[in-house]
């Protein structure tokens, strides 16, 4: 009797942990990103050709009818480029799809995806870029937006695709966060009334820290106020401190126009 008893003991105690095991599983997986951004087309001409770009869009959990949000613009880096649509949801748009953050900043992220081979920056502005704007453009048309809480963010190429939205519709963006970023400092002068904060690593290889500290300077000596922070000892990925950095998102979704 003794040992049955143990054994119906036994067999209750392997059940009850794999109840737990499974319950916590379930609490800890995390949620594919990809899963919770739709996928959106938009078209643009290019030598005579209709080029679709795909790109992806995170709405907030509010079910307000009557609320609008902010809407976060997000630039990949060269490594995210392609034709997947999903490459470009790594870090910012994946971080910032946290239980936490969604409670936190509430808004629409826009991930657009430049093709691979290409650029989103240059001295005219690029099909990529221009389709990126075109899907901007097309998400405030259609979702509840805050015009005046038009935000653009982006790292490496991104950064510098995040000074030339800066640059080019200083009019509409209510901040903008280039990281590790360059850009032309001939035109920082256009981004002057941009709320700006700059963040870059020192021990940057791939696009060395002088890049972001002359466009700073630039914006500076032009009649603006940008906010920069450098980080030492830090390579190229200085965007897993940028938007780790509570007080920096903290600023960045109390922007307005």
Known sequence: MRQMQHSIFCILLLVTSAILNTCTAEQISPVNPKDLYEEQTVSVQEDDENIVFRYRLLRPESSDPQKK??????????????????????????WMTSDSLRKKYPCFILAPQCREGYRWSAVDMTTDMRAALKAMDQVIENEAIDTD?????????????????????????????????KSEEQYAELAKDV????????????????????????????????????????????????YHDEELLDWFFKQHR
């Open 149 to 181: 809480q038009i935000l653009v963010t982006g790292l490496s190429m991104g950064g510098a695709a995040t000074w030339e939205v800066a640059m080019r519709l200083p009019e509409r963006i209510a901040a903008a966060v280039p990281v590790c970023g």
């Open 69 to 94: 949000f902010p809407l976060v613009v997000f630039f990949h880096g060269a490594g995210e480029r392609g034709s997947d649509n999903v490459s470009q949801l790594q870090y910012f748009p994946t």
């Open 195 to 242: 709320p700006l904060w700059v963040v870059h690593g020192d021990a940057d290889t791939v696009i060395p820290v002088d890049c972001s500290r002359s466009m700073v300077a630039a914006v500076k000596e032009a009649g603006g106020n940008p906010k920069y922070t450098e980080l030492p000892g830090v390579g190229h990925d200085s965007w897993t401190a940028a």
